[in-house]
């Protein structure tokens, strides 16, 4: 590195040294400008088990593809997973180039920040921490209604939903007080059971009816470019919604620029084929051409009905089970991302200082974790207090509103990334190339969500389609802050963003 490319100057450098050590606080491991985290401490599986459990794959069979079955492009669903898996790993091919030159717990709050600038970055970190939190609630909203419903349903016994919510945001809060790797294991353990259960009735489907029913027809443009497009496309996204979290884990990854990547194009290509494989296996236990009619009159119970045909009740009632386990995992994962967003933000010095301190043995954002905890908390408390429906308001409200939040913050990341490289010189195939396709592709999914984010929350309330209007003040304050920061407080603002940056 020759002092001329340098982003951090000697005396910027002694500046985050002084401000790591008196944000992190004695709890924290500082050597240099080494923030507190347990740095080297997650491998490329670890990360993938988080990644693809924020994924809820259960979840996701369950309750989107027929949602996209129905309302989308119909049989053609299969292979509109497959582009949207291809979006994605065109993102991911300059994505993972950045690795190299940022590794920080704000993940993308970095990458806009060195990209295109502090405030666009400060701006973007506050939407992803908005979005996290929304995601997270939302998952959380469903887990509390297939938790009341399920015990109801073996047991006979009533509890109110928030009930369970509130109980798996507290262990979330114990698991994220740990060490990360007791996170990643118990996630692990939560995918491979709920992926399990869904492959049996994928396979279950295939041998049942034959490799000569599974049609290449869902993949043809004729089918996979027909009915609402775009809504086909915002459901298919929503399944890959957390895959962008490899990032958040570069600063606790042991070799980042190897297992960032690897775990990038794991999840991508691992969620994808998931999801086109069961998409098809619906398609062809479905009724081939008459599974959208299928899934549109009773999307709820379509994937309970295949099971119960394919497999059998008890079966069924073990993927109920697993509802309620992959919702838990997906709250989770969210969770320790919002974590480590807030942690990220408050070392830089824009979330109260206090956020930054480690567990001094586990290394791990505590005060943080407590922070991200107390705001969903309060989310489902609110819902519930007001007498509102888990499912049809707090789940469908948060997850329309975090949808949005995370396509906007990876279309500008990705934006970051061309430009950030094109400064530098490097614009071959996978530094600018690819990455441009990515954010014009992205984008327009972005505009597709806008337009069919009725769709997306499967409500006509006006107040919860207007959730992203909240995004636009969001930037607008993170901005405000960002310039306001460069008048009164240059040192925080220099800080910005930069902390484990390299060139």
């Known amino acids: 590195?020759?002092?001329?490319?340098?982003?951090?100057?000697?005396?910027?450098?002694?500046?985050?040294?002084t401000t790591e050590e008196?944000?992190?606080g004695s709890g924290a491991s500082s050597v240099g400008i080494t923030p507190g985290l347990a740095q080297g401490t997650l491998g490329p599986a670890h990360i993938v088990f988080m990644v693809m459990a924020a994924v809820a794959p259960a979840g996701g069979a369950v309750a989107l593809i027929p949602l996209a079955l129905a309302l989308g492009v119909g049989v053609g669903t299969p292979g509109m997973f497959v582009v949207v898996a291809a979006i994605l790993t065109l993102f991911a091919v300059g994505f993972t180039r950045m690795v190299p030159f940022v590794r920080n717990a704000g993940a993308f709050f970095a990458y806009v920040t060195n990209g295109v600038g502090r405030p666009p970055g400060l701006a973007a970190a506050y939407v992803a921490l908005s979005a996290y939190l929304a995601v997270g609630t939302a998952t959380c909203g469903a887990m509390g209604f297939f938790a009341s419903t399920s015990v109801e349903g073996f047991f006979g016994?009533?509890?109110?939903?928030?009930?369970y919510s509130l109980v798996g945001l507290v262990i979330c809060l114990v698991l994220g007080y740990f060490r990360i790797t007791l996170a990643a294991g118990v996630l692990a353990v939560a995918l491979v059971l709920e992926g399990t259960v869904v492959l049996v009735l994928d396979l279950a489907i295939l041998f049942q009816e034959g490799p000569g029913s599974f049609s290449l027809a869902s993949f043809s443009p004729t089918h996979v470019l027909s009915g609402a497009i775009g809504v086909g496309i915002i459901f298919c996204?929503?399944?890959?919604?957390?895959?962008e979290g490899t990032a958040i884990y570069a600063e606790e990854a042991r070799d980042p620029e190897v297992t960032v990547p690897r775990a990038t194009y794991a999840s991508t290509l691992g969620i994808g084929a998931f999801f086109m494989f069961t998409a098809w296996a619906m398609v062809v236990g479905g009724g081939g051409d008459a599974a959208p009619a299928t899934a549109l009159a009773d999307p709820g119970a379509f994937a309970y009905a295949l099971s119960d045909s394919y497999v059998g009740t008890a079966w069924t009632k073990i993927l109920e089970?697993?509802?309620?386990?992959?919702?838990?995992?997906?709250?989770?994962?969210?969770?320790?991302a919002a974590s480590r967003y807030l942690f990220a933000l408050s070392r830089d010095g824009f979330m109260p200082t206090a956020l930054s301190q480690v567990h001094p043995?586990?290394?791990?954002?505590?005060?943080?974790?407590?922070?991200?905890?107390?705001?969903?908390?309060?989310?489902?408390?609110?819902?519930?207090?007001?007498?509102?429906?888990?499912?049809?308001?707090?789940?469908?409200?948060m997850t329309g509103f975090g949808a949005v939040g995370l396509l906007l913050l990876i279309t500008t990341t990705s934006g970051a990334v061309v430009v950030f490289f094109w400064r530098r010189g490097e614009r071959g195939w996978v530094h600018v190339i690819a990455p441009a396709i990515a954010t014009v592709a992205l984008a327009t999914l972005t505009v597709l969500a806008l337009v069919n984010y009725e769709s997306i929350t499967g409500t006509t309330s006006s107040v919860i389609n207007s959730l992203p209007w909240i995004h636009v003040l969001t930037i607008l304050v993170g901005l405000a802050i960002a310039l306001r920061a460069r008048s009164n407080r240059p040192e925080a603002y220099q800080r910005m963003g930069q902390t484990l940056v390299d060139d």
């Open 22 to 24: 008196s944000a992190v």
């Open 157 to 163: 016994v009533t509890i109110p939903w928030w009930v």
């Open 361 to 397: 043995t586990y290394s791990s954002p505590t005060r943080a974790g407590i922070g991200s905890f107390g705001v969903m908390a309060l989310v489902v408390s609110g819902f519930a207090i007001a007498g509102l429906d888990p499912l049809t308001t707090l789940t469908s409200a």
């Open 237 to 243: 996204f929503s399944c890959f919604q957390g895959f």
């Open 1 to 17: 590195m020759t002092s001329e490319d340098s982003r951090i100057s000697p005396e910027e450098a002694r500046l985050l040294i």
């Open 321 to 336: 089970v697993l509802i309620v386990t992959s919702c838990f995992a997906g709250v989770l994962a969210f969770h320790n």
